[in-house]
């Protein structure tokens, strides 16, 4: 890793990636997205667990550990009995931004996915970075990508983390003016 | 009850109903309802209890330890002293889904009822079994069931509850395709 | 304090207009859009504390503790260390109404504020009393005022507070129907 470059971690939450079952298309999805949207060259480091909550909350904390200013978690959000992210998000997170999930969920039910609200993602603050959970369906990645990234920027600078600038042909970041 | 009907359980949660003071029309509208919505035939069962909080969560262990898909509850959401059903519901829910109390008060504003967010309904999942709190008024309950039902008999699926088809000359039931 | 005339209590919380290093511009703007948007003559108080838990707590407990129907905080919502508005709360409130902070976010998400998904505000009832987190910021406080004053008056009169009016050349407070 060069030390001079912001690092992002993607966390793939998955029983069946984790074993080598099924290959991993969403962690490289959310690497590729902000890859476009992040005009600052970061480095993203990718982690595979199952879905088990002291395994999601030791990766969680290798990348707090090491200064990453954004971690994105992908998967395990669901209702289904293994889906067990946001078990693992109320043991991490220290502030909770609600308004994440709410806009992830209504940005997919805006573009027909009624079984958005099935979705349990949430977002904080652990230490100085942003966590963020993102769907498990690539498709439904770059959704959600989408309507939140305009405020990543800012809410890791607000937590004292890299500053990071987007891509203005792609996103426009928004930074409120001071008081 | 028919063995081989789906059971779902109505929970009227209110100390006037409960005391025969004032007839229940909430649970019976949320049953009409869902037989519209349902092209699967299931065993409707109605409980009424008053505001107290060991009574709502006696009645939804009483519906679980059945195997009921779906339960109900109406009433009991709001900010006065005796509304107490959201107390019940952080006793029982082990997965919540915050996307259903976000789309019924959603669904209700957009009707030009403001007050809609002075409801606390939520929803979750019990064992295998998916509870959601209806609002209280029986003009109310339709709306807020239009809204969420279409990701109702997925999100059962996944909770590992009975599999239930929707009536598509109602309502379109929706069941992302796998990844 | 005139007896007859209902308390509303503002808190203002800001390390810098507490020390004196900044005026305090918020509390105000509280206070005028309400006495605009009150039919009802109050007696409005704003307090100025620094962004300490225990210091936003005390000031609560006092507003409730004198009656004050509604109060209203004003910063320290965001992801800030410094921002501890939201601890102070899950300390005070005994019913928490989700519903205004997901419809002060998207008010100002509307108005093209993207990073209104990065605000804590929350509201919810202590004993008889409403509180209501407000942006820090004077331009954003109207906007979400706006947002959810129609259904602050019926809130405190569930609540058992005092009976409120609003200034129908102003805003339309709503009161549903008795069902």
Known sequence: MSSSRPLIGIITVSDRASSGEYEDLSGPAIADALREFLATECEYETVIVPDEVDQIVAAVKGFTARGAGLICTTGGTGPSPRDVTPEAMELVIEKELRGFGE??????????????????????????SL?????????????????????????????????????????QVFRPKKK
């Open 103 to 128: 806009l992830m969920r209504k940005a997919s039910l805006d573009i027909g996915v009624p079984t958005a609200i099935l979705s349990r993602q949430t977002a904080g603050i652990v230490g100085k």
């Open 131 to 171: 966590i963020v959970n993102m769907p498990g369906k690539p498709a439904s990645i770059r959704v959600c990508l989408e309507a939140i990234f305009p405020a990543i920027p800012y809410c890791i600078e607000l937590a004292e983390g890299p500053y990071l600038e987007g891509n203005p042909d792609v996103v």
